[in-house]
């Protein structure tokens, strides 16, 4: 079993309408979530963490975290062509202190215009 | 406020050469992280540095060693190059506050092919 799992896409929603991209993580004990935007051939960019159970929201974008079935999301509202990108789930292990990021291999969204 | 930078940009080598990669951390950081991420995959842990020494250690082999330097700034260094290690390879630095990490921000990036 992979430590972070992914759908690998591709993710493929219409211009306005909601992308929803999903991860699972192995280690029940990971801590700090996030998810990394990535353009093709650049570099991670952040979009979001989460570390408590339940919604985050930020602009367009919301995180959801259940620790409890080990589950992490994000939500784009109002898709843009410009959301089309590789989305990265990351996880920190089971302290808070200076953890390494372990990725999954990422979802590829394409915005429909 | 300056972001993560990398140098170089792009690198070609052939097997059986080494390479430096250079990193300098975002201005106020003081941890810096490296990862190498294949084509088609997600980023994968190389090792990690706090106050010049090797904190943490991914499953990669002794030929990948690194530094970090009194000013925080951070080089990577793989010997006898395979091209298996044809990638890019990311340097991320964040902040220890209280012996916790804050979130890492990744820099441009590293292409490295080997040939």
């Known amino acids: 079993q992979k430590e972070v799992e992914q759908n690998s896409g591709p993710l493929s929603v219409p211009e306005g309408a909601i992308a929803s991209l999903n991860c699972t993580y192995s280690d029940r004990g990971s801590q700090s979530f996030f998810w990394y935007r990535q353009y093709s051939g650049k570099s991670p960019e952040l979009i979001m963490f989460?570390?408590?159970?339940g919604d985050k929201e930020d602009g367009r974008f919301t995180a959801q975290l259940n620790k409890a079935s080990q589950y992490v999301s994000l939500l784009i509202r109002d898709s843009q062509p410009s959301d089309s990108a590789t989305y990265l789930c990351a996880v920190t292990g089971s302290n808070f202190g200076n953890e390494k990021l372990t990725f999954g291999t990422g979802t590829r969204l394409t915005i429909i215009p | 406020d300056a972001g993560v930078t990398q140098s170089p940009t792009h690198l070609i080598k052939t097997r059986g050469q080494q390479v430096t990669l250079r990193c300098s951390p975002k201005s106020g950081h003081d941890t810096v992280s490296w990862y190498q991420q294949a084509l088609g995959q997600g980023p994968q842990f190389i090792f990690q540095?706090?106050?010049?020494?090797?904190?943490q250690r991914g499953n990669f082999p002794d030929r990948f060693s690194g530094h970090q330097f009194p000013n925080y700034s951070s080089e990577l260094n793989v010997n006898a190059l395979l091209l298996g290690d044809s990638a890019l390879y990311l340097c991320a630095s964040s902040l220890e506050l209280a012996g916790v990490q804050d979130t890492q921000y990744f820099g441009p990036g590293t292409r490295l092919t080997v040939l």
């Open positions: 989460i570390y408590s159970n």
């Open positions: 540095y706090y106050e010049e020494e090797e904190r």
